[in-house]
C-alpha cells in the first residue's frame, strides 16, 4: 500500500518568496470551479533541487496531489512539479 504523497511546486527564485507563495495557493484553487468549496492545503517547506526551488504541498487530500498534476499535463496549472507517491521514497518524478 502506497504511504502519503508529496508534492514539490516550482517557484520563480528571483521572486519575493511570499508573493510567489500566494500566487501559487491562488492558482491552485483556481483549477477548482468558483461554486466548489476550497481545497484544505498548507505551502510548507521550501526545497532546493536541480538548482530549482520548490514549495512542498501539504494536505491530508490525495486527490490534490492528482489534480495538481493533471492540471500540469493539461496546460491548466501553469507550474512544474516534482511528484513521488510516497514521501519515504526517493522516487521523484518531473511533470511539466
Sequence with gaps: MPGVPDTLIEIRADAPEDEELAQVAREICSLYPPESSKPNFEL????????KKFVRLSTMAGSLHLMLRRGVKLKSFPRSLLSARDKDLPDYEYVA
Design 44 to 51: 510548507t517547506d521550501l526545497v532546493e533541487r536541480d538548482g
